[in-house]
Nanobody, 125 residues
């Protein structure tokens, strides 16, 4: 199994920036998808951004496109989410996730991911 640990959450003013990090224990395959998801109480979990380990191909939800950047460091088994121009509606618990199930592209659906971190809270006011 892959253990994921997020860090970097916190409180920030609207218009500010924040970078989230996710450290993975170890991947047993060189091809895997990684993603950032967020959830607000009472709402479904939303796929924010995904990245494929091999090609670096990324996908963003429309709500964060142009403001968030997902990146990875395969050598460090780490995933990042740079968030800028933050808005109040970005407030949520953010989770990183990973999956070995890759079918040509990385899914933004949470059911496609098998490994999850414990989450880190981001609050924008």
């Amino acid at each position: 199994d892959v253990q994921l640990v997020e860090s970097g959450g916190g409180s920030v003013q609207a218009g500010g920036s924040l970078t989230l990090s996710c450290a993975a224990s170890k991947y047993t395959n060189t091809s895997y998808c990684m993603g950032w998801f967020r959830q607000v109480p009472g709402k479904e979990r939303e796929g924010v951004a995904t990245i494929w380990s091999t090609t670096g191909s990324t996908h963003y939800s429309d709500s964060v496109k142009g403001r968030f950047t997902i990146s990875r460091d395969n050598g460090k088994n780490s995933l990042y989410l740079q968030m800028s121009s933050l808005k109040a509606e970005d407030t949520a618990m953010y989770y990183c996730a990973a999956s070995y199930r890759v079918f040509g592209l990385c899914s933004s659906a949470d059911y496609a991911y098998d490994y999850w971190g414990q989450g880190t809270q981001v609050t924008v006011s």
